[in-house]
């Protein structure tokens, strides 16, 4: 039985859901049905994340959470990497829409495609690209206490490190239905409550920032 929080969750979500569900059917798999303004940029944080790969030896099979996968646009731009070539890749999304979008695109035995608003399955690597930005004018409040709640659950799913990007509160630019978060509070967030080793990478300021999480253990057994 769902407990209180999933419930809630799921209702503060549903405004959402519709938007995407609607938006992938008119657009397809475009940057646009996820509310991006072009690739460019969706592919220049998927680039950010991929930083973190040379933690796993060259050689060494790996796993990805992508919570909020949308059409599967990350899975697209990793799936034919080298080091990619023996990953398992889990994406999640509330949109049983977008999934179907994504399966019906990217046939490939190395993806799972789950509808969740929560990682189900550990992975060595969590991404959450955008999935935090579009909030439809929900409580400011109730939204950043259910990122916060979201970002703890998929830390306990990851076993290296964690990567999330969410909108800058200082970007000269900004639209009523998106949240725009305090990077100093994530950071704070983050390194007040995961055991790791907290980052702010700032590449595609002053619009957005991207946060990483690195398990300490990680770090050891990169450095050898």
Partial sequence: MPDSSSIHDKMLLEPVNRVFSKSVKIHGSKPKAVAWSNQ??????????????????????????????????????????????????????????????AKKHLDDPRASWIQSHLATEEADFSFVSGTYNLNMDADKVQWRTYIENNLLQLWSKTRLALGFNMLNAHSPKRQKTLYYADPEHFLAFCTKNMNGRVQLVNRLAPEEFVIFILRKESLKDSNG
């Fill in 40 to 101: 460019e940029r969706q592919f220049r944080r998927f680039q950010i994340f991929a930083g973190l790969f040379p933690l796993i030896p060259s050689e060494t099979s790996f796993s990805i959470n992508d919570l909020g996968c949308g059409y599967g646009a990350m899975f697209a731009a990793y799936k034919d990497l080298p080091e990619f070539k023996n990953a398992s890749y889990y994406g999640y999304d509330i949109s049983i829409e977008m999934l179907l979008e």
